[in-house]
């Protein structure tokens, strides 16, 4: 995600709380770690992140609306991010709880955090921990620290790491080769929620960019089976009919990906609604 901001000339802001994001792991991902890209900064409590950014974005209204950047902070995690409640109780050795300060503070880092930037070119993006819920009717994994931030959040998206047992081919095996990452909406502003989809990231070739892009095209009616091959028509109604290997090509998923809201046009509602929506909003995400 970093590296995706920067691509699009987006500056970064990474607050990193769990120490694990060292410079040269940075760069293997392509992320470029320059002073004027990304700026790097490592810390553990709650306050010192609100200080940071509510100083950062106090420094970035004062300058011209012109020499403005688009700036994103991205925080890892939430849920590593101690109060000084933790800290004071971890050094008298009486390790008691909170009583409930973190999941406030949380809430207040982002509410305050979202109102002071939302009026400027620039995001948040942070992660967090999740637990196995215990209610056999609502059996999707919560969200650690409290549900009070989950509101003011404009997309969520849940995590599960699962293994992947497959070759290149796609056929099952017994080695373990790689993992692959449950993904699915619990809230977004800006589509249909809670739509899912399985990222495969091979240990030797890394993430396909396209992965889980058939599947998810196939649930939409977009690519339809026909005997052992893969069919699409697009929009000048042409017929495309291939391989299910022969569609992760970058040109085919390409074409498909720039008729995708074309094609679904007529799922969404474009037309002017001065009804007030009542939404239940809650949101999951896992690191």
């Known amino acids: 995600m970093v590296k995706h901001a920067q691509d699009q000339g987006i500056f970064v802001v990474l607050i990193d709380s769990e120490n694990a994001l060292d410079e040269s792991w940075l760069q293997a991902l392509d992320v470029d770690t320059g002073e004027d890209k990304l700026l790097k900064l490592n810390m553990s409590m709650i306050d010192d992140v609100a200080k940071t950014v509510s100083t950062f ?20 995690s939430l849920g590593m991010l101690l109060t000084p409640t933790d800290v004071d ?4 050795g009486d390790m008691k709880g909170d009583m409930g300060r973190k999941p406030k503070a949380l809430t207040s880092l982002v509410r305050n955090t979202v109102n002071m930037i939302g009026s400027y070119n620039v995001g948040l993006v942070c992660t967090n921990h999740t637990y196995a819920s215990q209610d056999m009717f609502d059996p999707d994994d919560k969200i650690s620290g409290g ?9 969520v998206v849940a995590m599960k790491k699962m293994k992947l047992k497959e070759d290149e081919a796609g056929n099952k095996i017994s080695e373990v080769r790689g993992i692959r990452a449950g993904c699915k909406v619990m809230k977004t502003r800006y589509a249909k929620p809670f739509e899912g989809v399985q990222v495969k990231i091979p240990y030797e070739t890394g993430m396909n960019p396209y992965s889980g892009l058939i ?36 040109s085919k998923m390409d074409m498909i990906m720039s008729e995708y809201n074309e094609k679904l046009a007529p799922v969404v509602n474009t037309e002017d609604n001065d009804d007030e929506v009542i939404v239940d909003e809650h949101e999951l995400i896992e690191e």
């Open 215 to 250: 599947e998810l095209f196939e649930k939409k009616g977009l690519l339809e089976k026909q005997g052992n091959r893969l069919k699409y028509i697009d929009l000048a109604g042409e017929e495309h009919l291939d391989y299910r290997k022969a569609w992760m090509e970058p």
């Open 57 to 76: 974005m106090a420094d970035y209204k004062a300058m011209n609306e012109e020499d403005r950047p688009k700036v994103l902070f991205v925080i890892d």
């Open 89 to 92: 109780q971890f050094n008298k």
């Open 147 to 155: 549900q009070g931030f989950i509101y003011a959040s404009s997309i």
